[in-house]
């Protein structure tokens, strides 16, 4: 993981020098690759720990009398990432809007994005209309949705119990993310609504506010129908 993005790193910047080296000599990859990771991992930690100062409030924990059989519900179908509907019940055509990401979004926009919004670009560049309209990285989801899941681990006992975040454990939720949403992108079928919802995370991540609204390999609940384009 890594390496594909020092690589990708490389192409981006167009530095195939850079890349060239970092496929031929191992010892180079290893001190950039360590470096790497170490940073991803103290930005792992700061979002792991503002993610969990929010989890009690936004799955309303204290007026649950069960609190780890709401935590397994939310965990068993990724309910945790929909966002609710006007009867305070997940609405299956709000994927990745629950506010509990919608506010873990707006904290990794604030510490570590709000100086490459430029980079926020729409999926649909051959659309008049959309094309104008930015898009919050389909990576950026994928981290906050992990980050608000091991947040929720904290309290699948019923009661919070503190945990050292490692962020190996978390590497397969956000592989499994990265697929569903770069799926909702390419198929002809929902790549409007995925770009109308990468639209409004956007929005709601970048126009920040104190109370934002809007099983691991299970999207049973995701109403791809009942989305809005």
Not at 62 to 91: P, S
Not at 148 to 155: G, K, Q, S, T, Y
């Amino acid at each position: 993981m890594i390496l594909n993005a020092l690589c990708q790193a490389t192409d981006t910047l167009d530095q195939p020098e850079i890349a060239d080296r970092i496929i031929r000599d191992k010892t180079y990859r290893e001190d950039l690759g360590s470096q790497l990771n170490i940073r991803l991992g103290i930005i792992c930690s700061n979002i792991h720990n503002v993610a969990n100062l929010k989890i009690d409030g936004h799955y309303n924990f204290k007026h649950c009398r069960d609190r780890g059989q709401r935590v397994k519900d939310l965990l068993a179908q990724n309910t945790f990432i929909y966002g609710l509907n006007a009867n305070e019940r997940v609405d299956g055509a709000l994927p990745y809007q629950h506010s509990a990401v919608i506010a873990t979004l707006q904290e990794i926009h604030k510490a570590y994005c709000v100086v490459h919004t430029n980079r926020y670009e729409s999926s649909i560049p051959d659309d008049p209309i959309r094309s104008k309209e930015h898009e919050v990285p389909i990576p950026m989801v994928a981290f906050a949705v992990t980050m608000v899941r091991a947040a929720l681990l904290h309290w699948q006992t019923g009661n919070f119990v503190d945990m050292k975040f490692n962020a190996d454990e978390h590497v397969n939720t956000y592989k499994y993310h990265l697929q569903v949403l770069e799926m909702m992108k390419e198929k002809p079928e929902t790549r409007k609504k995925f770009h109308r919802m990468m639209s409004n995370l956007y929005t709601a991540t970048t126009n920040r506010s104190d109370n934002p609204t809007a099983g691991l390999h299970s999207i049973q609940i995701l109403d791809l129908a009942g989305m809005e384009e």
